[in-house]
């Protein structure tokens, strides 16, 4: 018999396309630079109220750049939906946790029967309705689960803190590398 496909091998250092790294690096200054900012501000920020989670705020970067296949119009709007579906859920687990303990049943049962059902909501209305049911809200479900009380006690906060990590971060970068991709192309043009 032979093969008819080609093994692929694992390539351990990749060239960049043309002009992917400084692209890259713009978007590390920028990540670096909002790092820094939330640690300074980390300090003065109230500690109790409304204030910056820090997860919640710069997953958004990693999950809206995980988004190879969409434009950063979408990836935008996929991140901040999907991201608020997945903390709402999260907060829906935990609520009826509750409702279900106070039943008579185990903490493991109470926690498995919603979470078993969201994860089913996620699931099979992704192909109807991609925008709120995505990965994005998948990562923000899980990520929930860490401190799941903090979170559901503090729910306010981490939607502002995936609204502002959304704009900041994810507007800000694509916005860079937007202007970034503009310069390149009059610098194109002027050498043609």
Known sequence: MSQTNEKKS?????????????????VFLWIALWNVIFQALHDVMPHE?????N???????????????LTYKERFWYTLCGGTVGLLLAAAVSFFAKLLMGFGLSHFTAVCIPLVI???ILILTRPFIPMFFNDVGFVYLVCSFIESDKMVANLPSHLLSLVLGSIILNLGASGLIT???KYMAKKRAKMK
């Open 179 to 181: 202007l970034y991709k």
């Open 118 to 120: 969201i994860i089913g």
């Open 55 to 69: 997860w919640a705020f710069f997953i958004s970067v990693a999950v809206f750049f995980l988004q190879e296949e």
């Open 10 to 26: 694992i390539k351990l250092l990749h060239k960049p396309p043309k002009g992917k790294l400084p692209a890259l690096c713009l």
């Open 49 to 53: 109220g409304l204030r910056v989670i």
